[in-house]
């Protein structure tokens, strides 16, 4: 099954359905705005900002050598990973289902975009894209080089900064625009790096009360990662694609974005059962089958 119209599709309708974004939409809106507001902050208010075209490095209000300022970024960025190592070894990849900038993009555009039929709202999810890409790039931008650079720098320098903003504006946009949620699929490297991290994680998606399903194959349909959220425990493991590996669990796919859990809410909101899937801490018996079957 393509990654695709299709699954945004079922999505927005689903959406429509409910009347409000989920509460799994709501947390990635709130973890987007926290994150880039918390990186803008530190070129924006002289926290801790290198300049290599002019080597005014800053660090608290302070200029200080490369090396000071390197030391500042390393050790907390060290710690930022060793905590991402921790949470996704014991959790799983909900980094990648909450936390990704471009999956917030790629979401952004989908919403968007299949709101009408009408060609606005298609060009509005380019613009809104493009946007969030260009003030994205220029959070970026500004923690390594100072925009001084454009008023004060030579041609040379001029040039190269120009080419280092746009190749990041542009390379985000194109990426997000072009591949969309199929990146997160097969191509994302931090991604294959969570999965394997995550594959004996002790949460995920659990198919709870197979009584209550309705069959519609929705779920399958919304997956970003090509999965059967049904068949998350003992399935048959999705076949390796770009970066990922043959033989790597359902579990280290998953990403936990949740969505196959919201549609099924959706669907089954009018039937007096209880919602078949469940995103959360999975069982010892559902730990434990993640041996590829047959």
Known sequence: ??????????????????????????????????????????????????????????????????????????????GINIGILI?????????????????????????????????????????????????????????????????????????????????MVGGLYMLVRVLGMGFCRGWCPSGAYFALLGADSTTGIEFEHPEACIECDLCDKVCPTDLKPREMSGGAHREGIGLYAEGMSNFANCIRCGDCVTVCEVVTAKNETPVPLRMGVLPPEHRESRERPG
């Open 1 to 78: 099954m393509p990654v695709g119209k299709l699954r945004q599709k079922v999505l927005y309708g689903t959406s429509r359905k409910r009347g409000m974004q989920h509460l799994y939409s709501r947390i990635r809106i709130l973890v987007a705005i926290v994150s880039t507001l918390a990186v803008a902050a530190l070129p924006i208010f002289d926290i801790l900002r290198f300049d290599v075209w002019s080597g005014r490095h800053v660090l608290l209000g302070e200029q200080v050598s490369f090396s000071v300022a390197a030391k500042a970024f390393a050790y907390p960025f060290l």
């Open 87 to 167: 949470v996704s070894k014991s959790v799983g990849r909900y980094l990648c289902g909450f936390a990704c900038p471009y999956g917030a993009m790629t979401r952004l555009r989908e919403w968007i975009r299949f709101r009408s039929k009408d060609p606005l709202p298609r060009l509005m999810a380019e613009v809104v894209l493009f946007t969030a890409c260009a003030l994205l790039g220029a959070v970026v931008f500004s923690f390594w080089v100072h925009w001084d650079v454009f008023m004060e720098g030579s041609s040379l320098a001029r040039l190269l900064a120009t080419v280092f903003l746009g190749s």
